[in-house]
């Protein structure tokens, strides 16, 4: 399976990296134009969802053609505003001490690059969750590749691999299933179906950072993930 290294991504994430024998970190890929969950994700407040967006920087005149590996951070003031943000919402949680000890350490890091940032949240996040998939960067693993299918097969065989989880969002807009046939990869789709577990602040919501979980039920959320199909 593979995705890009998005900013506390939803529990579908986590779900996919655990399905697969390896995950690879689109790190390299071309940024997204507009909105995107690349550098935002939403979290449950006393008045519904709330985005943390980080704030990032983009070399000038690159705007919709810079790769992951090139944006950067607008200003470093964000963290505080997050870690307060994040802090105000779950301090009742049960597990809030040590899954903000978590997210607390990974932000005290320098990071010169978004992705950067990004994976080791989510590294930390997975380790916490005693994910034991192999996990690896695009940028490590291929000094060139292709788009869309042409890069779902280079990536499958510089592992190699024989089969490519997809997300059921938008990655089907990518996938040629005859072409990556043709090329011996067999495609599967993920059956993920989303839990509802206990949150704070009133009725269920779905869809957010994978954190909301984390604070809820902490350890637990590894079993409540795998079961999500």
């Known amino acids: 399976a593979m995705h890009q290294a998005n900013y506390l991504p939803w529990i ?11 995950f690879v970190y689109l790190d390299n890929v071309q940024y997204p134009r507009g909105q995107s969950f690349a550098a935002r994700n939403r979290i449950k407040t006393p008045n519904g969802p709330s985005y943390l967006t980080v704030p990032i920087s983009l070399p000038k005149g690159q705007k919709g053609k810079a790769s992951y590996r090139e944006v950067g951070f607008s200003d470093e003031r964000w963290k505080d505003k997050h870690l307060k943000s994040v802090s105000l919402n779950y301090k009742k949680a049960p597990f809030f001490d040590e ?9 005290s890091k320098s990071h010169d690059a978004l992705p950067d940032l990004n994976m080791d949240l989510i590294e930390a996040i997975a380790d916490y969750l ?16 292709g788009q869309k299918t042409e890069l779902i097969i280079d990536i499958c065989q510089a592992l190699p691999a024989d089969a490519y989880l997809s997300g059921t969002g938008g990655g089907k807009a990518y996938n040629d299933e005859q072409q990556l046939q043709d090329a011996g990869i067999e495609l599967l789709y ?20 994978i954190i909301d979980l984390l604070f809820n039920h902490g350890k637990e959320s590894t079993r409540i993930i795998g079961e999500a199909h």
Do not use: C
């Open 130 to 145: 005693s994910i034991d998939t192999k996990r690896v960067r695009l940028s490590q693993l291929l000094k060139d590749h």
């Open 190 to 209: 993920s059956d993920f179906k989303h839990p509802v577990y206990n949150q704070l602040w009133g009725d269920f919501v779905s869809h957010l950072s």
């Open 99 to 107: 899954v903000m000890a978590l997210y607390e350490g990974q932000l």
């Open 12 to 22: 579908g994430y986590f779900y996919k990296m655990m399905q697969s024998d390896v």
